[in-house]
């Protein structure tokens, strides 16, 4: 099924974006205009879900702050309802670059899951330090678990089919790290194939960075962490065959 036959969302998880999500949702609308547009505003407190509604997009309002983790998997409830057969994740900020968006969707002709890879001999965006360090480790160690080589396992920018999100709906942790590290470990160790096409990402559009050298160090310890859970689960309850079905 190529991505113009398959019923598509765009699941733009959202925290007190109001001054970039009109934009992010105009250039999807505009590189990605047969997908469908959902904004999850995750307990935000400023105009962010009204600025996604008068931007054309749909719009789920969560009460309080879930994190990612929480507001995807309210994505995935929503789209698995709603009986769309792909989802791709994309950052409110403006980081992940609409014009990838079918280039992510097109990993799905071979895949489960197709992660947007900054590491992929595309782009210019650069880490270092403790951060570039840990980035290698979850890197090395999940390719081992998914049988295929990833340079990007704690990017965001992904997309996923009918049997992923299902697999999604059975284990999508919540806490720091597990929307990307945990998920992707589960989702491989429950039979979910996945690959990674390279992607460009852009400087934030809007608000302000959180990096700096001790949040990076943070970043290793909790992303090392993170790492150790995901391997320690049970796979997902939910067994797929090739077809989705249980």
């Known amino acids: ?3 113009q036959q ?3 969302l765009v699941i733009i998880p959202a925290w007190n ?19 469908d547009v959902l904004v999850v505003s995750d307990g935000s407190t400023d105009r962010t879900a009204k600025v996604a509604i008068d931007s054309g997009a749909q719009v789920l309002i969560l009460p309080f702050n879930l994190g990612v983790g929480g507001a995807m998997r309210a994505g995935f409830r929503y ?16 980081q992940h670059d609409p014009r990838d968006i079918e280039h992510v969707l097109e990993g ?18 650069q ?3 403790p951060r570039k360090w840990s980035m290698q480790f979850l890197a ?48 491989a160790r429950s039979g979910c194939k996945v690959v990674q096409v390279p992607v460009e990402m852009r400087v ?11 949040k990076s160090s943070i970043y290793l310890a909790r992303s090392i962490l993170a790492l150790f859970l995901a391997l320690t689960r049970k796979r997902s309850g939910l067994r797929l065959d090739e077809g989705g079905v249980r």
């Open 127 to 129: 880490v270092s330090g």
């Open 6 to 8: 398959a019923r598509t």
């Open 140 to 187: 090395a160690v999940v390719s081992r678990v998914a049988r295929t080589k990833l340079t990007d396992v704690t990017s965001g920018f992904r997309a996923a089919n009918t049997k992923a999100i299902a697999q999604y709906l059975d284990h999508y942790p919540a806490e720091y790290l597990g929307d990307t590290i945990d998920s992707l470990v589960v989702a």
């Open 204 to 214: 934030r559009q809007g608000g302000t960075p959180s990096h700096n050298p001790f």
């Open 1 to 3: 099924m190529s991505a």
């Open 108 to 125: 799905l002709s071979q895949a489960d899951i197709c992660i947007g890879a900054r590491f992929a001999e595309r782009g210019s965006y």
């Open 79 to 94: 789209a698995e309802r709603k009986s769309y057969t792909q989802v791709v994740q994309v950052d409110a900020d403006g």
């Open 17 to 35: 974006e109001e001054a970039i999500i009109g934009s992010t949702i105009q250039e999807v609308q505009e590189h990605a205009p047969h997908c």
